[in-house]
């Protein structure tokens, strides 16, 4: 794999990152109960971080990093926006919109562990953030199926 490769990749990856980040973001100013907003944020933070990882990897590689998302997460973001304004804020909406958020992360980190050939420090990175991202999904899907069965998560504000 070239470094421009590489970069491209990780570049790829910065901006799911950033959609991540504003996604969570974007929930967490709309749900209406204060243990998902927290939850929400948090993700929010941990996407800001790995940005910047994969920023400073993409800068060790003399390559230029992206600085934001793509035009799919604003319209993503759009999305929950729109719903969240239809269903008063509600928890299921919400969380569901960030399921298929993370879903569309989670593949992105497949395509680029599949199909590239990314090594050394850029591997590792790659390899741990995509078992968080994994793993928020498999959070995110919990919570929606949770909210389906009768959870509560009351509103809060």
């Known amino acids: 794999m070239t470094k ?11 901006e799911i990152c950033r959609n991540g980040e504003y996604g969570f973001r974007t929930a967490s100013e709309h749900v209406r109960n204060s243990q998902l907003s ?13 940005a910047r990882a994969l920023q400073a990897e993409v800068e060790r590689l003399d390559g230029t990093p992206v600085e934001s998302g793509t035009l799919t997460g604003v319209l993503h973001r759009g999305w929950i926006d729109l719903k969240s304004a239809f269903s008063g804020g509600d928890a299921g909406a919400i ?31 790659v ?28 509103e809060t504000e």
């Open 38 to 50: 927290t939850i929400f944020e948090e993700y929010a933070s941990q996407r800001r971080a790995f």
């Open 4 to 14: 421009e490769d590489a970069v491209s990749s990780l570049n790829e990856l910065i």
């Open 95 to 125: 969380v569901a919109a960030c399921e298929t958020g993370e879903q569309s992360a989670v593949a992105a980190y497949e395509r680029v562990a599949e199909h590239t050939d990314l090594t050394g420090e850029a591997g590792a990175i």
């Open 127 to 154: 390899g741990k953030q995509f078992r968080s991202v994994q793993e928020a999904h498999r959070r995110m899907v919990r919570l929606r199926d949770e909210i389906k069965n009768g959870a509560e998560y009351p």
